[in-house]
């Protein structure tokens, strides 16, 4: 598809003729979790990002002995091939086909194209929330090949690492702290990291969601100087949705080995005492 360099997309078409296929589960996740009550895709499990796939008690991935429960009760297997779309341009459903790898499940795709695509498209909703028999679901050890620390951001200041800011223009020059409406969950100080280069998530995809061809990525990645000589990538935004997003574009799409998603991202390093910030303003 498009010569991306892996085949983790499947298209609308490619969805609604395996709705029935129990090799398949579909997985919806929502920024907005209440819009998988309002309609889904037939046969889709839904996952809230916050209540289901964060730990309670620390803002981590669960355990993957957790993991391993929570998709097992969903009836998702070891064997399952897991397809993965959600609003806002697969922001949480990039986060999650990132987290699924992470565990080591790699049979794991992408709906080229979020719910808003689907519903556009006039293709069949429902509000029934599917049961499956549960499932055996065995969570690899955690592929920290794909996910950066602090202190993994901190030694890149100092090396060719090539830091990504995938937030908005607004976000990265320091002008606003968080995105209209996400006020709360600001940070205490404004800017991004030095040495980022901002290449805001949404310049990767078309005005419906799907991702632009693999030239026009390649294009856009390397002019702004994140590909280059084969270098390391750190990708980052706000909380890591938007970042994972943008991890999947260069990890997935485009083949670039060495990339890894930052998800404390702004929260955390916009929070932490004792390192460094720029602001453009």
């Known amino acids: 598809m498009a010569d991306y360099a892996k085949d983790v997309l499947v298209e609308t078409d490619w969805v609604a003729e395996h709705l029935d296929d129990d090799g398949v589960r579909i997985v919806e996740v ?48 070891n064997d399952h091939t897991v397809v993965l779309y959600g609003d806002r341009n697969n922001w949480f459903a990039a986060y999650t086909y990132w987290y699924f790898l992470y565990y080591g499940h790699d049979n794991v795709k992408l709906m080229n194209g979020p719910r808003e695509k ?57 002008e606003l702290i968080a995105m209209a409406g996400y006020e709360q969950e600001g940070a205490q100080r404004s800017g991004h990291i030095p040495s980022a280069i901002s290449v805001p998530w949404a310049q990767a995809v078309n005005e419906d969601g799907t991702f632009k061809s693999a030239d026009d990525l390649r294009e856009l990645y390397s002019s702004k100087g994140v590909i280059a000589n084969g270098d390391p990538v750190i990708a980052y935004c706000r909380i890591g949705e938007r970042s994972a997003h943008t991890w999947f574009v260069l990890h997935e799409l485009l083949g670039v080995d060495d990339v890894v998603n930052y998800d404390g991202s702004w929260t955390e390093w916009g929070n932490m005492v004792d390192v460094p910030i720029e602001k453009d303003v």
């Open 30 to 77: 929502d920024e907005n979790p209440a819009l998988y009550a309002e309609a889904h895709i037939p046969r889709a499990i839904g996952f809230d990002w916050k209540q289901d796939l964060q730990d309670q008690v620390k803002r981590d991935f669960l355990s993957p002995e957790d993991f391993g429960s929570l998709m097992g009760s969903r009836g998702i297997s």
């Open 118 to 174: 689907w519903v556009s498209e006039g293709r069949d909703t429902t509000t029934e929330i599917p049961s499956y028999p549960e499932a055996t679901f065995e969570a690899k050890a955690p592929d920290e090949s794909i996910r950066a620390r602090r202190q993994e951001v901190l030694d890149a200041l100092a090396g060719d690492t090539r830091l990504v800011d995938v937030r908005s223009p607004q976000e990265y020059s320091g």
